[in-house]
């Protein structure tokens, strides 16, 4: 599914227009977006958790020539599922 179709079903689902439907999927996905960025963590009983976590430096290769590379340490999103898109999901 994408984008669209998510926007299409959220429209139907809720008996709202795709337009608002729109706007307010792209309203969630910058508040988790700003959340994370600013080091929050976003909880969504039953369907799961958003946070930061933090990959440290380490080596690598590099597959055209072979050749060993360093990999800087970064942050990285991270999505857990809750218990009910587990349960659904299985």
């Not at 994408?2 to 910058?30: F, H, P, Q, R, T």
Request: hydrophobic share 40%.
């Amino acid at each position: 599914m994408n984008k669209g179709e998510l926007v299409n079903s959220m429209a139907k689902a809720g008996g709202i227009s795709k337009a608002a439907a729109d706007k307010a999927l792209n309203g969630l996905l910058e508040t988790i977006t700003d959340a994370l960025s600013s080091g929050d963590k976003v909880t969504l009983v039953g369907f799961g958790t958003f946070s930061i976590t933090n990959r440290s430096a380490r080596k690598g290769r590099n597959p055209q020539t072979g050749k060993e590379i360093q990999i800087k340490a970064k942050k990285v999103a991270r999505f857990k599922a809750g218990s009910n898109l587990a349960d659904a999901v299985n």
